[in-house]
């Protein structure tokens, strides 16, 4: 693409409003431009070949996908070094089937689609592990409001707070509801409890990363979230490396690291953009009134079926 044409299409994205593609009910972000470009992606993530030392890292946006991603790619190398790409390269959602296909193993997959728009029967069928990372949704939706404003080709739904709160709700945000996400892994995880699924919480990654030291220095069970997805992987680890990876995957130190990576352009501007905003725990507290709190709660019980999930409001 020349100069020219580049330069024309940033400033044109830059200020129009791209809408969402919505597929069989879900808005989807506008990867692919068109309704069947989509469902083209789709049907070839469905009758992609997984492989048996395949790991799929399954989040909604802003749950936590990266730093999980990050740490399993530390794990299965047995090194507290960071992945070059940026983990949108190794995206279902974005990048072509036929790219993944010619990627050496052991490959760690992400995706922010709901299980049914994955490969199911090639997980069954190889047993492939997935590692669900799930947030609180109040921080989730704080999350996504912040990321979707420097975001100039989507940010329709996140003008303000209030609007991303009521988009949030009403499942009208890329990915569509929340809720219906989490209510579908847990469907997948009930029906086949044979197959490998690693649920872990983000709070308690957090409380892993600042509290690891301390939790040795009382005596407690050293096996916290890094060892038991290392035991998951089946990868055998040292202390030593655990301290190391969770020394790594410090949120000031991923972000920093963000920076560099290399990113997937949409016309010359990166998809990912930033990742990491505060990463705080709770801190939908400093943006939504007590109203709006309970607003949240009733609307979103309304949506989510299942407890098994369990939502943390502080470390």
């Known amino acids: 693409m020349s100069d020219q044409l580049m330069n024309f299409a940033r400033r044109w994205f830059h200020n129009c409003r791209v809408p969402l593609v919505e597929v069989d009910g879900l808005p989807l972000p506008p990867f692919y431009l068109t309704r069947d470009a989509w469902s083209k ?11 048996g030392d395949d790991v799929i890292i399954c989040a909604y946006p802003k749950a936590g996908t990266h730093w999980v991603w990050e740490m399993t790619a530390m794990l299965l190398k047995e090194q507290a070094e960071y992945e070059s790409r940026a983990k949108e390269l190794l995206m279902l959602d974005l990048t072509p089937v036929k790219k993944l296909d010619v990627l050496p193993s052991p490959r760690i997959l992400n995706t922010h689609l709901p299980f049914l728009m994955l490969p199911v029967q090639q997980i069954l069928a190889e047993r492939v592990k997935v590692v669900h990372v799930y947030r609180n949704p109040k921080d989730v939706m704080v999350s996504m409001y912040h990321h979707m404003r420097q975001f100039p080709l989507v940010r329709g739904h996140a003008d303000s707070l209030q609007q991303c709160l009521q988009a949030f709700l009403t499942g009208r945000v890329i990915y569509g509801h929340y809720g219906h996400f989490l209510n579908q892994m847990n469907s997948f995880m009930e029906d086949n409890p044979g197959v490998p699924v690693f649920n872990i919480a983000y709070e308690d990654i957090k409380k892993q990363c600042k509290r690891i030291c301390a939790l040795l ?23 030593e490396l655990v301290e190391d990876i969770v020394e790594a995957c410090s949120f000031s130190k991923m972000k920093k690291v963000d920076e560099i990576k290399e990113q997937v352009a949409f016309f010359g501007m990166p998809i990912g953009q930033k990742l990491y905003r505060k990463g705080k725990v709770g801190d939908w507290e ?30």
Not at 41 to 51: D, P, V
Not at 220 to 231: F, G, I, N, T, Y
């Open 217 to 239: 220095t009382v005596g407690q069970d050293p096996r916290d979230s890094v060892r038991r997805l290392a035991e998951f992987l089946g990868v055998d680890v040292t202390q």
């Open 41 to 51: 992606h789709l049907n070839s993530i469905r009758a992609m070949k997984l492989r």
């Open 286 to 315: 400093n943006h939504l009134t007590e109203e709006e709190s309970q607003l949240f709660d009733t609307d979103f019980s309304k949506v989510l079926d299942t407890t098994r999930f369990h939502f943390q409001d502080r470390l």
